[in-house]
């Protein structure tokens, strides 16, 4: 169960991306200095 909405949100991306994407990658940038690769569209999609 969640404390909060932070603590709610870190554990649905959890369920949607492996322990390792969410290590290597980042949420979707919007800004161009930002060079890791974002986390698949698609299922960010469904955290939205």
Do not use: N, V
């Amino acid at each position: 169960m969640a404390t909060d909405y932070g603590d709610y949100s870190r554990q649905i991306l959890r369920i949607i991306f492996t322990g390792d994407e969410l290590k290597t990658c980042i949420l979707p940038p919007g800004k161009a200095h930002l060079t890791r690769e974002p986390l698949d569209q698609e299922r960010f999609t469904i955290f939205l």
